[in-house]
């Protein structure tokens, strides 16, 4: 009887001092788990206060991207060791027209990995677009140029999620960040005068030329007959006129 007491005590004492079982199954165990394998990405993208009103810049927040705005002199984000130009289609004609995107191509230059995105190929023809009449040959053309001339690939997205989604691709590749110290594309004043005439439709740098070696000054270009002009803008230069002569509208 005696050992079977002292027996039954120590079972109890083993009982005591035996360290509790967690069960590896329970659902509070797998919730800390996941919550340790679900990273935010790390990577700050920086971006160009003027795209504070881009979707991008929202979609890249809700991946859970920390983002920086700042005034960038050459593109729209900056990814490590990439600077990304945005366009939309829209801003993509419009600007390849007015010739901005002809300087904005020649300042990505300073930077080794650049990319040009075109977004909204879902939403919009890209070789269509009602609002400006242009050849679609001179559209691919110019992607060709871009390819080709300037080194640039281009990335065609469907909207601003799939841009947002490229560039946290892009923020998982290894490489090294770069300098913001970037400088935008000062004008000659030879290139000043032809930037200003080549914003007219239907005046190239070609005919921007012409017109400067004929005439010496804008001035003299916009005092010129129609006539004159027509010699070497032939039938555009009633549009040029009609431009000159037209009243601003600040309601538009």
Same mark, same amino acid.
């Given at each position: 009887m005696e050992l079977n007491l002292i027996n039954r005590k120590n079972y109890k004492m083993k009982i005591l001092n035996s360290k509790p079982i967690f069960d590896i199954f329970s659902k509070k165990s797998s919730i800390k788990n996941n919550q340790h394998k679900t990273k935010l990405p790390e990577e700050k993208i920086? $971006?160009?206060?003027?795209?504070?009103?881009?979707? *991008?810049?929202?979609?890249?927040?809700? /991946?859970? !991207?920390?983002?920086?705005? #700042?005034?960038?002199? *050459?593109?729209?984000?900056?990814?490590?060791? *990439?600077?990304?130009? #945005?366009?939309? $289609?829209?801003? !993509? $004609?419009?600007?390849? $027209?007015?010739? #901005?995107?002809?300087?904005?191509?020649?300042?990505l230059q300073q930077y080794k990995n650049k990319l040009l995105i075109i977004e909204g190929i879902s939403e919009k023809d890209l070789y269509n677009d009602e609002n400006y009449s242009i050849n679609p040959n001179a559209i691919r053309g110019f992607l060709l140029s871009i390819l080709l001339k300037h080194k640039i690939p281009i990335i065609y997205t469907k909207n601003s999620e799939d841009?947002? #989604?490229? /560039?946290? *691709?892009?923020?998982?590749?290894?490489?090294?960040? /770069?300098?913001?110290?970037?400088?935008?594309?000062?004008?000659?004043?030879?290139?000043?005068?032809? !930037? %200003?005439?080549?914003?007219?439709?239907? %005046?190239?740098?070609?005919?921007?030329?012409?017109?400067?070696?004929? !005439?010496?000054?804008l001035q003299n270009i916009i005092l010129a007959p129609t006539e004159e002009l027509e010699k070497i803008l032939g039938k555009r230069a009633s549009v040029i006129s009609e431009i000159l002569e037209r009243k601003y509208n600040p309601k538009k």
């Open positions: 920086i $971006i160009d206060y003027r795209e504070k009103n881009s979707l *991008v810049n929202i979609q890249l927040q809700k /991946i859970g !991207f920390e983002i920086e705005f #700042r005034e960038l002199k *050459v593109g729209d984000y900056i990814v490590k060791d *990439v600077v990304i130009e #945005r366009k939309t $289609i829209s801003d !993509f $004609i419009n600007s390849m $027209i007015n010739k #901005r995107l002809l300087k904005q191509l020649e300042e841009t947002a #989604r490229f /560039i946290s *691709v892009l923020s998982k590749k290894k490489s090294t960040t /770069i300098s913001l110290k970037a400088n935008k594309k000062n004008l000659s004043k030879n290139e000043q005068l032809e !930037f %200003i005439l080549e914003g007219f439709p239907g %005046i190239g740098p070609k005919k921007a030329k012409l017109l400067l070696k004929k !005439f010496g000054t």
